[in-house]
């Protein structure tokens, strides 16, 4: 099928739940696409070819309970999510890699950085959320939106015409079908939002060593929550992206344009026999 969605190897691996589903594309030192809550890999379909462009090999997980990943068996903590992260490095066969999340998947890329600082070359943070006690209070007593399939489909109407907004203007009837049942053919998505509101970055702030760079985009409702880190850690860096609140969906160019001079940097700085 030709379809934007499908492009890159689709593979399987096994992780703590079950399988964990994965695209990967180019070739090269390793780069992790970690996606927010309740998306998938697709979040990624048109920044990964970009990226993939520059000489890495992009690799793009479901996270378990999303897309087409199988569904953990109890709701999990970030740093559950970070275990499995783990487990599919080893069956890939990845010593370390740099590891990009975007809002829950920053969280699941900070944490599995700061747990395995000799697995985590570098790590992009985008937008991601750093609340106070106060606020992850507040969010998790919240009423979360149902993701779940409804009774006689009207979830497939309604999230279409979100997806259709949203992804790319050529993406296929077939590939945005696609696309719709991998974002509903798990019942989890609560899991990663509650994941996320009760788990506190700040705990492990200090034990990142990875050379990190924070993305900030000014439509995005965490925008300030980069502010809040860098006072926490003044040695990271920070893109402010002007516009959009999901950039590497959104404006794909624009991320890659913003993350570039990192991944650069980072490749000067890798050994020879890591190239």
Do not use: C
């Not at 569904?71 to 890939?92: E, G, K």
């Not at 200090?206 to 929550?225: E, N």
């Not at 992206?241 to 890659?256: S, Y």
Request: aromatic residues 8%; glycine residues 8%.
């Amino acid at each position: 099928m030709n379809s934007a969605w499908t492009s890159g190897r689709r593979r399987y691996v096994d992780g703590l739940w079950g399988q964990v589903h994965l695209r990967e594309w180019g070739s090269g030192r390793p780069l992790f696409l970690l996606h927010q809550t309740p998306w998938s890999g697709v979040q990624f379909h048109r920044l990964a070819p970009l990226l993939a462009q520059t000489g890495w090999r992009i690799i793009a997980p479901d996270t378990p309970g999303y897309g087409l990943s199988d569904r953990p068996s109890a709701p999990p903590a970030i740093d559950d999510y970070a275990d499995n992260l783990a487990v599919v490095f080893d069956n890939l066969d990845v010593p370390d890699a740099v590891i990009a999340g975007h809002h829950t998947g920053a969280l699941i890329a900070a944490a599995f950085a700061a747990a395995r600082p000799d697995r985590t070359s570098g790590l992009i943070l985008d937008n991601p959320p750093f609340y106070t006690a106060a606020e992850r209070a507040q969010r998790l007593a919240l009423p979360h939106h149902a993701h779940a399939p409804e009774e006689g489909g009207g979830h497939f109407t309604s999230r279409w015409r979100f997806m259709r907004g949203m992804a790319d203007p050529n993406l296929s009837v077939a590939g945005l079908h696609l696309a719709i049942i991998a974002h509903h053919v798990n019942d989890a998505s609560h899991h990663g939002h509650a994941a996320a509101y009760a788990w506190d970055m700040a705990d492990i702030l200090d034990a990142i060593v990875a050379p990190t760079l924070v993305l900030s985009s000014r439509g995005d409702p965490v925008h300030a929550h980069g502010a809040r880190l860098l006072k926490r850690r003044p040695d990271w860096r920070e893109r402010d992206l002007v516009t959009g609140t999901a950039t590497a969906l959104e404006t794909p160019e624009r991320w890659r344009e913003a993350v570039l001079p990192f991944l650069t940097s980072l490749s000067a700085a890798a050994p020879t026999s890591a190239r």
